[in-house]
């Protein structure tokens, strides 16, 4: 079987959108080949061919010939594709290709920050535009629960929920001693949100007089803390604060186990599609983050009425309990052969 598939950016760009796709195609059986098309410019996995084109339908649809695929696998965002978060030039492409079989995997839906920002005011389009594609689909995929309602369409097919895993393999799960250890993982953009979303955790324990250190962790850290997550790091001694970038994914997943609570750069739904969340859960490690969302993932809130009791529930093992309970959710409802078995089950519906 020959697969053709469309990711947003090809390495040496940072896309964690690939990095799911490399591992999906890494856990697919050996049989299929596949085709990595992108208007990025760059080299897929070993295995597989890239295929260059323009963020133009007509670049998209010849591509799509050139594959020749028995099915096309488009791995959707929003801003991945187009500046504007609007791509619609994906839709106008695979109408003119018109594949056999058209699996689509939302990542994203539309933007979900606050409305005054002016990305706000494009969300019925990028809503519109992702009803546009599941239409088109013989197959639709979301690994956000709350995202099945809004691309069920009467006359599409059934929406698939395909869990995000974790980027990483838990070689190392968190074994929960020594000094406290306070995680920051990602890229830098996704670390300076999980600062600024985590900023009260980190002043309460620097109220409490804690002693923890805190690891950033993720590409661009071995250039050192940059000027941007300083700011968000006020207050915290220096010699507290590391910053470490891995290439063996080995030395990565020991890093990442020996923090036992980790700072998430997504909120409420999107922990769902967050694969650095997931990692953390993989690992054992426990998600932190302010107030009390019923995500239906366990983790540790810090409730601001109540800072001295979560205090006194890190230093009572809180965050050992719920790393264990977050690493029994993430087995019980995520990981790559459940991935892999959701694909499976909508290519062939």
């Known amino acids: 079987m020959k697969l053709a598939v469309i990711v947003p950016h090809l390495p040496p760009t940072r896309c964690g959108v690939y990095d799911y796709t490399r591992l999906l195609a890494r856990h ?24 260059r084109i323009s963020r133009q339908g007509e670049s998209l649809a010849a591509g799509l010939r050139q594959a020749g695929a028995d099915a096309v ?3 959707y965002t929003c801003y991945g594709y187009a ?33 005054w920002r002016r990305a706000y005011w494009r969300k019925g389009r990028q809503l519109a ?65 999980a600062l600024r979303l985590g900023r009260p955790v980190i002043e309460t324990l620097l109220d409490a007089r804690v002693d923890f250190t805190l690891r950033l962790i993720g590409a661009g850290a071995e250039r050192g803390i940059s000027a941007r997550e300083m700011e968000w790091l006020e207050g915290v001694p220096r010699e507290r604060v590391t910053a470490e970038a891995f290439d063996s994914p080995a ?54 009425r109540r800072r001295a009791e979560f205090v006194k529930a890190l230093q009572a093992g809180a965050a050992r309990e719920t790393g264990l309970e977050g690493r029994r959710w993430y087995e019980e409802n995520s990981g790559w052969p459940r991935a892999l078995e959701a694909w499976h089950q909508a290519l062939r519906a």
């Not at 697919?28 to 295929?51: E, M, Q, R, Y």
Request: charged share 15%; hydrophobic share 50%; net charge neutral.
């Open 251 to 304: 030395d990565l997943s020991k890093a990442l186990s020996a923090c036992q609570l980790v700072l998430p750069a997504a909120t409420g739904p999107e922990l769902y599609k967050s694969g650095t969340a997931m990692a953390a859960l993989a690992h054992g490690c426990a998600l932190c983050a302010v107030g009390r969302e019923e995500a239906g993932i366990p983790m540790l809130w810090l409730e601001f």
């Open 129 to 193: 535009l992702a009803r546009r594609l599941a239409a088109m689909a013989c197959a639709v995929l979301t690994g956000v629960p709350a995202w099945v309602a809004p691309l069920s369409l009467s006359k599409g097919p059934p929406v698939t929920l395909a869990p995000i895993p974790s980027n990483i393999d838990p070689l190392y799960p968190c074994a929960h001693s020594g000094p406290l250890t306070l995680g920051v993982f990602g890229l830098e953009a996704a670390r300076l949100r």
């Open 28 to 51: 697919w059986p050996k049989a299929a080949s596949w085709a990595v098309l992108s208007p990025d410019l760059g080299d897929a996995w070993p295995g597989a061919s890239a295929i």
């Open 73 to 75: 696998l488009l791995q």
């Open 83 to 115: 500046d504007n978060g609007v791509p619609t030039w994906l839709a106008q492409g695979l109408e003119g290709a018109r594949p056999a079989r058209l699996a689509v995997m939302f990542h994203e839906l539309f933007y979900s920050g606050p409305p």
